[in-house]
């Protein structure tokens, strides 16, 4: 069995989207039936480390839309068999599905969050993601939310949620160099990690702003670090200064992932009262090291926390019910919730192999 990859980044890349492709991508390798995954990155910011076996990770067009397209031009002229091709986001769609016409084998499309929430500025896009084979979604609220607009009709739908290193992300002390970085030592500390998006705003850090205010009276010691880059951030700034916050808020840049369980540790509880989340990898992250977790009742996000088995959901347009719910994860212990083995690697890659036992595999 082969199959061929068009992804965003992957290995040597970083964000969630990244992490879900290395996974999967790591995941088809070990499938006992699979020879080769061919993986075409359009980004590797990072060195790409090391590389599953059966996996080719063809780099030719880094960087550069034109040497992009043109790499997998090449590839479809090749000829090669392939048993599925996997489009790993929307805006690739294009290119994904001239490989499905001239080279045989069915497209899955994997869809993430609010990108593809409703139509593209893109017609082609728009239409072609209505005539795709399997749709790989890392939730079912993203899935409902793409095909009320997609016109998607007789394809297969497979959840496939994030998944969290169990190993990596573990329960430890606060790290001594990070709470004297950010000035947190006898501080209680929230945490909301995330881009910065200035076109999305989703992500639930002006709501917690907004109730610092009345937070800060039930617990003088309180901080809120806000993890992440992004255009946004001179915006939440000035809205820090606006609401006489300066004390209370902490803004880290971007972060590392070789730092960021010990950042997800500073936290005593992580807060998300998002409303554009197609999952939430940064909950099973921050769960994973022992941190209470609210997240949003409107979006992707209650399925990260399995809708509210393992953390507490609120409104986000309602800001009593998020100051309750951080009151109430504060009090909570630190420790991994049960049940978030659900989200492990295993069960990411035991999912995968499911969806692949489905798929026809193409006689040589």
């Given at each position: 069995?082969?199959?061929?990859c068009?992804?965003?980044?992957?290995?040597?890349?970083?964000?969630?989207?990244?992490?879900?492709?290395?996974?999967?991508?790591t995941?088809?390798?070990?499938?006992?039936?699979?020879?080769?995954?061919?993986a075409?990155?359009?980004?590797?910011?990072?060195?790409?480390?090391?590389?599953?076996?059966?996996l080719?990770?063809?780099t030719?067009?880094?960087?550069?839309?034109?040497?992009?397209?043109f790499?997998?031009?090449?590839?479809i002229?090749q000829?090669?068999?392939?048993?599925l091709?996997v489009?790993g986001?929307?805006?690739?769609?294009?290119?994904s599905?001239?490989?499905?016409?001239?080279?045989?084998?069915?497209?899955?499309?994997?869809?993430?969050?609010?990108?593809?929430?409703?139509?593209?500025?893109?017609?082609?896009?728009?239409?072609?993601?209505?005539?795709?084979?399997i749709?790989?979604s890392?939730?079912?609220?993203?899935?409902?939310r793409?095909?009320?607009?997609?016109n998607?009709?007789?394809?297969?739908?497979?959840i496939?949620?994030?998944?969290?290193?169990?190993?990596?992300?573990?329960?430890?002390?606060?790290?001594?160099?990070?709470?004297?970085r950010y000035?947190?030592?006898?501080?209680?500390?929230?945490?909301?990690?995330?881009?910065?998006?200035?076109?999305?705003?989703?992500k639930?850090?002006?709501?917690?702003?907004?109730?610092?205010?009345?937070?800060v009276?039930?617990?003088?010691?309180?901080a809120?670090?806000?993890a992440?880059?992004?255009r946004?951030?001179?915006?939440?700034?000035?809205?820090?200064?606006?609401?006489?916050?300066?004390?209370?808020?902490?803004?880290?840049?971007?972060?590392?992932?070789?730092?960021k369980a010990?950042?997800?540790?500073?936290?005593?509880?992580?807060?998300?009262?998002?409303?554009?989340?197609?999952?939430?990898i940064v909950?099973?992250?921050?769960?994973?090291?022992?941190?209470?977790?609210?997240?949003?009742?409107?979006?992707?996000s209650r399925?990260?926390?399995?809708?509210?088995?393992?953390?507490?959901?609120?409104?986000?347009?309602?800001?009593?019910?998020?100051?309750?719910?951080?009151?109430?994860?504060?009090?909570?212990?630190?420790?991994v919730t049960?049940?978030?083995d659900?989200?492990?690697?295993?069960n990411?890659?035991?999912?995968?192999?499911?969806f692949?036992?489905?798929?026809?595999k193409?006689?040589?």
């Amino acid at each position: 069995m082969k199959i061929l990859c068009l992804v965003t980044d992957a290995f040597g890349g970083h964000g969630g989207i990244s992490k879900f492709n290395r996974d999967l991508l790591t995941s088809l390798c070990s499938y006992p039936d699979v020879d080769e995954v061919v993986a075409v990155p359009r980004l590797m910011p990072n060195p790409s480390g090391n590389l599953p076996k059966n996996l080719t990770y063809v780099t030719d067009g880094l960087n550069s839309k034109s040497r992009f397209i043109f790499k997998i031009l090449l590839m479809i002229l090749q000829r090669r068999r392939y048993d599925l091709i996997v489009c790993g986001h929307i805006n690739l769609v294009p290119l994904s599905y001239l490989c499905r016409l001239m080279l045989g084998a069915p497209l899955a499309l994997i869809i993430h969050g609010i990108d593809a929430w409703q139509p593209t500025r893109s017609r082609i896009v728009n239409y072609l993601s209505g005539k795709i084979d399997i749709l790989i979604s890392v939730s079912e609220y993203t899935r409902k939310r793409f095909t009320e607009w997609s016109n998607l009709k007789n394809a297969t739908f497979v959840i496939q949620p994030n998944s969290v290193d169990l190993g990596l992300f573990t329960p430890a002390p606060k790290n001594q160099v990070l709470l004297d970085r950010y000035g947190l030592n006898g501080r209680v500390v929230l945490m909301t990690l995330g881009r910065l998006d200035s076109k999305e705003r989703a992500k639930g850090f002006d709501e917690i702003m907004e109730i610092l205010p009345l937070l800060v009276v039930e617990i003088p010691n309180i901080a809120y670090l806000i993890a992440g880059s992004g255009r946004d951030r001179e915006r939440l700034e000035q809205k820090v200064k606006s609401l006489k916050i300066e004390e209370l808020v902490i803004f880290t840049g971007m972060v590392s992932e070789e730092e960021k369980a010990d950042h997800y540790r500073l936290a005593d509880a992580y807060i998300m009262p998002s409303r554009g989340e197609g999952f939430g990898i940064v909950l099973l992250e921050a769960m994973a090291c022992g941190i209470p977790a609210v997240a949003s009742t409107v979006d992707g996000s209650r399925e990260a926390l399995r809708d509210g088995l393992l953390g507490i959901l609120v409104d986000p347009d309602k800001p009593a019910e998020i100051i309750a719910a951080v009151i109430q994860a504060l009090g909570k212990p630190r420790q991994v919730t049960e049940g978030l083995d659900y989200f492990s690697s295993i069960n990411f890659e035991a999912r995968v192999h499911s969806f692949l036992d489905t798929v026809p595999k193409r006689a040589r």
